[in-house]
Each structure stands twice: as C-alpha cells, then as structure tokens.
C-alpha cells in the first residue's frame, strides 16, 4: 500500500487527490500547501489530513509517495526535499521550469534511489493512445508530417502565475509539453526546434506559439498552442503518412451536447458534462505509476523523457526569443 | 468475493467476441469456457481464447458455471436460454430476446420459475454520453420530454442476419431494439402505438433492410427511429447509434460512435473512422457478472428485452396493413 501526500490544492493536487482516495492499493495520506484553507478543503473532501509545509506531512504522515502539483518554478524545491526524505516522487508536467533544474532533479532522485515520474497525461488519452497505435501499426506507412493543435483560454491560478510567462514558461512549457512529449513516444528524438510565439510580448492574460520540429527519424511536426482563445478548448492531430492520413478533433468528436433554456431569457447555455468517459486517463495514469512502483518497474515515462520534454520547451523559447533555429545535441 | 464462473453458449453472433473479450478484462471472473452446436468454431474459439472446448451445451451447462452468456442465432435464443435455465444457470442473451413476443413470454417465465437472472444486451445504456444524458434528464434539465428523433442505421452484416428463418427478420428486428430500449430508459415511458414503413430496396432480397419507426410513448411523447442496413460498403465505419431529445426547456443530441478519429488509407483507397471512446461492452458483462456475483437483481431484464421487441414485431405489422398498430390492446 503506498502512502501518498499530494503537494499543491490547486486543480490539480484535487484531481490527483481524487484519483488517490479512489484507488485501491493507495491510501491519500496528506494534502499540503502553504495556503492552509486550500489544504483544508481539499483534505476535507477526501477525508484526509492538511498541513501547510510539506516537511510537517513527512514528520508527521510518513508517506512512501510525494506527488507535487504546484506552480511549475516551486518544482525543484520539492523534489529535493522528497528525494532527501528517500520517497518517491510523481511531479506534474513540467519536470521544471529549466533544463538545468530538470537535470538536476532526476540526478537527486537517482542518486537517492527514488523513483521520479512526471505527469505527462497525454499519453494516458484514449483518443491519443488510438493514435499512437494506429501509427505504431503501420496503416498509414511511414509518417512524414504532423500537425497538433491544444488551444484554450488563459488559466489564472494562484495570484495568476500561469500569466507570468517567466513562472510558467507560457503556453510551450504549460500546454505543449504535453506535444513535445507525445510525439516523442511516436517518434522518439528531436533534432531541431523553430519556434514564434507571443512569450516576449507581454499581453496580458495571453500567449500564443506555433513550433515546427524536425526529429532525427525525419518526420517534421506543427505544434500549435494558445492561451488566446475565448471560449471552448480545442485540441486536433493531423498525421500525413506515406500510405493514409489520420485526422481527429475533438469539437468533431462529441457523443452527447445538452443545451438548456435560460430560465426567462432568449439564451442558452451548453449544460454538456465534461470528462464523460467512465476510463479517466488522470486515474490511468497514476495506477500505472502506483502499478510501476508496487511492481518494481519503472514507469512509462521515463525521467529522460521529462527532460528531453523540457529541452524542447526551452528550445522553442529560445528560437522564439532568437528568431533562430535551435539545433539539440 | 469468489471469481464468478460464467460460460459463453455459442458465437453465431459477432458480439460473442467482443463480450469473449471482456470476460478475460474482468478480473473477478472465471471464464469457464465455450460451447458451440458448431463444434469447430467452438474448438477454434476456445484456443484462440485460451478456454476450454465443451462438446455440447449440456456438458458446460453440468459444470458449476454460475451464468452463461448466450449469442446464438435469434430464432435459438429461446431452446438455448431454457436449457441454461433447465439447469439453474443465470442468463444473459443477446438481442433481440427473440423472434416472436410468445417466445420471449416463454422465456421470461422459464427463468423467473428456475429463480435464474436473465438479462437482456442492451450495451448502449452503458455509454457515458447515454449515461450523462440520462442524469440530465432525470435532474429536469431538459424539461418535459416532448419528442426523440433516433436513428441506428448500419452496414448489412449478410450471413444469418438475412436468413429470416434464423434472424425472425431484417434491419427492422436488428436495429429497433437498441434504441427503443434507450428511449424507455431515459423517459420511463413505454411505448403505445407503432407506425412503420419498411422496405426491401437497397439490396432488393427477401428480408428488410431499411425501417422508418413513429412509435407514441405513454407518457404523450412521440419518437421516429431509422432502424436500417442503410449504410453503404464504403461507408466510413459500421453504422450508428444516435437521439436527438426535445425537452420543454432544452435538447441533447447524443451521437453515441462519434469519439473517433478519421482514416484515410490508400491500401483500400478507403474513408475510416476508428472509434476511440469508451467501450460499452465492457459495461453490460460487468453488469452482469455482478449481478450473478453478488445476487442482485440485473440491471436490464428479460421484461426490458420484450418490451423492445414488441415494438419491433409491431412495426412489421404495421408495414404490412399500413396502419398504426396499438400496443396496449
């Protein structure tokens, strides 16, 4: 049974949370963050234990698992305080906010021999898992380019540190991380990275990017993300191949759409339930981590998979601050 | 709780291998193993499935399986479903039920005297989006229930399906049931009145392949349903499952296989659509395991299977006098 204290109360800590109290071989032991309210809440609705500092909930709950959903920059601190206290670690995507943070963080969990697993949910999506294995069989041939979009509005989060570019790294570090890292399961390195984005404009409540990759296999990809658009999240794959094209959206994807009168009013509002599917891919993943660590193996993704992931991030944001092309070792 | 033992009687009906499927998912299930009166698709079935064999129905029946599921030839349902009653075993069978109401009568009343479960097919009730409409409408959102617009239109599966002798009937016999059965479950009303018109014309044969349904529900709403093989050779994917709900105060359109992503492949110069959502299956025989499990009541029953049907059954009447056909009379 793993004991489990998840950092962070924000949307994340509570889906994490959420999926903990409901496994199992998992026991959710704590709920930590330093706004002590957030804690309390979150810790009531799943009948836990809050505390403020993370080092209170080691002391005092003894967890085997620290999962950290905090603020991208706060990452660090966390995993080496974790990995000092010999516990393993599931961090959210991003590993960090840099790759040198990034590096570091995987050589103190290997060197306190803990397991580090980074939350990169996307490879847990059934629509991108059909994907994946419909690539990985062949039946479009060879792949020769791919076109993904993740398209939404601006997150506020804590004192809106989604909008401080330089916390969160923006729209490349926040939303297409969850790209770099899935195309990387398809098609394993990337070579070169070019990217324009809004990152250095300063808009407020706003960010935009478009990224062209080249993988050492040849395949070359169009990441879009966006921070810009008012209403509605949108996310679309496009995958050309020698033999077929593959194509899915999901604003063309919908089972069910409820809309309901506005009691005495001529609008309408769209009263279709989010996240329907009865397989969660947050829950998918976090057996497959509590799975890997029962078992002994290590997870799917891999700390160099969260650094390369993070490697690509930063190289679309030097090429968006350079105008030049970045080439990766 | 002990795994529960449940065996398969035959697989004349695809959907055998897909519930085959979702036996071995299962963890708390023993799959006993098949039997067949076609003795070498039971052999080929049971190696491909890595259960065993039985040479006859009785032979399995006489084993301590605790429920068996039944995917034989529609006109067989009713021999096969009393023989695994005659020997104390649960029931699930495919639908429809049957091909006449006396038959399904027959069966219903085998069973209740056996004291064995039988549970009706109706896979679709386990589709988020059906399940998530139904919360909607239970929580008032949509109003009062005025009307339903259904359709379940597919590919001509050919084989037995067109041999009425053994399928009791067309598209009309095929695709009524689903959808009739969703459209009680959502309202808790039940049909009264069936007007249909029926033709032959797209494959020109001796059996139905295309079905227009208005069937009047006891609660005041009226429905229409497309129950057709309407569904050309190169038509994307294998059919559909769709309800478009009018309520006093909103709509809900539900388009059940719309989770997919779009395949073009030039080996067969073909469209595809490859389904990614949830599986529906997995739900129905997990339903039904628990039911023979922990000895509750199933969660669609043999009367539930009927009721469907007998709207089916009234639309060939009605096609063949040209008047609507009462069903209360």
């Known amino acids: ?329 | 709780m002990n795994p529960v033992k449940i065996g398969m009687m035959s697989f004349a009906h695809m959907h055998a291998y897909s519930y085959a499927a979702c036996l071995k998912q299962l963890g708390d299930v023993e799959f006993v193993g098949v039997a067949d009166e076609d003795k070498k698709r039971a052999d080929e079935v049971g190696k491909q499935l890595g259960v065993k064999a039985f040479a006859t129905y009785e032979d399995m029946l006489a084993t301590d399986v605790q429920g068996v599921i039944v995917c034989s030839e529609n006109v067989n349902h009713r021999r096969h479903v009393v023989v695994a009653a005659q020997h104390g075993k649960h029931v699930m069978c495919e639908k429809p039920l049957s091909v006449t109401n006396e038959d399904a009568e027959a069966m219903i009343e085998v069973c209740k005297r056996a004291n064995v479960k039988l549970q009706t097919a109706f896979p679709c009730r386990f589709h988020p989006a059906f399940i998530n409409l139904k919360k909607a409408v239970k929580a008032g959102d949509l109003g009062k229930i005025l009307a339903i617009k259904g359709t379940n239109q597919g590919q001509c599966p050919f084989g037995w399906f067109v041999d009425t002798k053994l399928s009791g009937g067309g598209a009309v016999i095929d695709h009524t049931v689903h959808v009739t059965d969703l459209m009680r479950c959502l309202t808790g009303a039940e049909p009264v009145r069936v007007y249909a018109e029926i033709g032959n014309r797209m494959f020109g044969k001796d059996f139905d392949d295309t079905g227009l349904l208005t069937i009047d529900f006891s609660d005041g709403m009226f429905a229409t349903l497309d129950a057709s093989w309407s569904r050309p050779k190169s038509f994307p994917t294998w059919g559909n499952v769709k309800m478009e709900v009018t309520g006093t105060d909103g709509t809900a359109e539900m388009d059940m296989f719309n989770q997919k992503i779009d395949a073009f492949y030039d080996n067969s110069m073909s469209y595809r659509q490859e389904y990614w959502g949830d599986s529906i299956d997995l739900g129905l025989v997990r339903s039904f395991v628990e039911s023979v499990g922990e000895d509750k009541p199933v969660q669609i029953t043999g009367d539930d299977g009927a009721k469907a049907l007998s709207v089916a059954l009234a639309a060939y009447q009605s096609a063949k006098t040209g008047k609507p056909v009462d069903l209360t009379s």
């Open chain 1, 1 to 329: 049974m793993q004991k489990v204290a998840v950092i962070g109360a924000g949307k994340m800590g509570a889906m994490h949370a959420k999926a903990y109290a409901a496994m199992p071989n998992a026991e959710l032991v704590a709920i930590c963050d330093p706004r002590l309210d957030a804690a309390e809440e979150l810790a009531r609705t799943n009948s836990t234990r809050s505390f403020e500092r993370i080092e209170q909930a080691l002391r005092e709950v003894d967890p085997t698992v620290v999962d950290i959903c905090t603020p991208t920059p706060t990452h660090i601190d966390y995993i080496k305080t974790a990995a000092a206290a010999g516990k393993h670690i599931c961090c959210e995507k991003p590993l960090a906010r840099s790759i040198s943070q990034a590096m570091e963080a995987a050589r103190l969990c290997e060197e306190a021999g803990v397991t580090l697993f980074v939350a990169h949910v996307l490879r847990w999506f059934p629509e991108y898992r059909r994907l994946r294995d419909l690539i990985a069989g062949g039946v479009i041939g060879e792949t020769v380019e791919v076109r993904t979009t993740r398209c939404g509005k601006a997150r506020p989060g804590v004192d809106h540190w989604f909008s401080n570019l330089q916390m969160s790294g923006g729209v490349v570090l926040d939303l297409m991380i969850h790209e770099f890292d899935w195309l990387r399961s398809c098609y394993g390195s990337v070579r070169r990275v070019y990217g324009k984005g809004l990152y250095n404009s300063h808009i407020p409540d706003i960010d935009y990017a478009l990224v062209t990759l080249k993988f050492d296999s040849g395949v070359i990809a169009h990441v879009e993300g966006s921070w810009a658009r008012p209403s509605g999240f949108v996310t679309s794959v496009e995958v050309a191949g020698t033999e077929g094209l593959l194509h899915f959206r999901n604003t063309e994807s919908k089972a069910l759409t409820i809309e309901r009168k506005h009691k005495g009013g001529e609008c309408s509002e769209d009263i279709t339930p989010p996240n329907m599917a009865v397989v969660d891919p947050y829950n998918q993943e976090l057996e497959h981590f509590i799975g890997c660590l029962d078992a002994g193996i290590t997870p799917d993704v891999t700390p160099e998979d969260a650094i390369e992931a993070v490697r690509i991030c930063e190289a679309a944001l030097r090429s968006i601050t350079t105008g030049e092309p970045v080439t990766l070792a």
